[in-house]
């Protein structure tokens, strides 16, 4: 099969689905999935705690196996797949980074919410100087106004990135968002521009083609939609329709298609869906790797899940403050019994 690739994919599973999962992967599970996408041609794999290298604490969810085994056991089987890692400064250190490269690792994402890209600037510089790929990755995009994103991309394609990714980390932008804010970043950067959606709001797809038609060159997707909230842009259905677009990834999707239903499938709980807390973050525009958080929340206050997530949204929190879920249930489970 031909290898030439119009756009470039990463696929997340294992890493964005390791929040649908709270952080269970073991070796095995990720040496089975790894190897599979190898074999299926995928260019570039993630490999990290959901929230990046570093993420294993009691904040955000403590990992069942150190990630540093996960990534080790990647690289060890996916052929001429790419690993990437995630990390977001603050988290995720320089020393992380090293290690992660000294067990083949190849390519940085560094990641920051939308409005402080300043903070990347020495990962993205040390990673730069490391010989690996970079790309900086601006969280929760759907907060900025378009002038602001591009400032901030700019300021990443300084510190060294490759790509500056426009994140959609709560699902919650439209398709003619993604749009303006694509042109923008294209329009204003010489580096390549990525988009990552999330589907809370079913549009991960829709906002996928549409930053692909404004020039987008990388994408990422989740198999069978393995993400945080209701996942990602489902990888195997992406390539599809840009197969029936003309648009070559390179990747085989029949070995995709077995991979997402005898590999991933099994490993899933439950399907990933469109339920009403996923509707939720995208609606609200609130993080979705909140919601296993919220859910918990809910459980321990007496208070729906809706209701902490629609508050989370209404106060702007941001990646990094997990713990305003706690505080925002137990404010209105209190409210509740003095009323
Ligand atoms: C740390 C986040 O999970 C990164 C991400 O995938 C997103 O913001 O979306
Ligand atoms: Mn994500």
Redesign the pocket.
Known sequence: MSTERDILITE?AL??GS?AIAHQYTVEQVKKVAKALGEANVPYIEVAH???LG?STLQYGLSRTNEMELIEAAVSVCGDSKVAV?V?PGIGTITDLKQAVSIGAKMARV?THVTEADVSAQHLSKAKEMGLETVG?L??SHMAPVEKLVEQAKLMESYGADTVYM????GALLPHQVKERVRALRQNLQVNVGF?G?NNLSLAMANTLAAIEEGAQRI?GSIRCL??GAG?TQTEVLIAVLENMGIKTGIDLYKLMDTAEEVIAPLLQSPQEITRDNLVLGYAGV???FLLHAQRASKKYGIDSRDILIELGRRKVV?GQEDMIVDVADELARQRKAN
Request: glycine share 18%; net charge negative.
């Open positions: 997340v890493r964005d929040h959901g929230d990046g993420g995630l977001l990641a990755f969280m929760m994140v959609d980390s709560a990552h999330h990422d993400g945080a990602n993080y979705s790797s990646g």
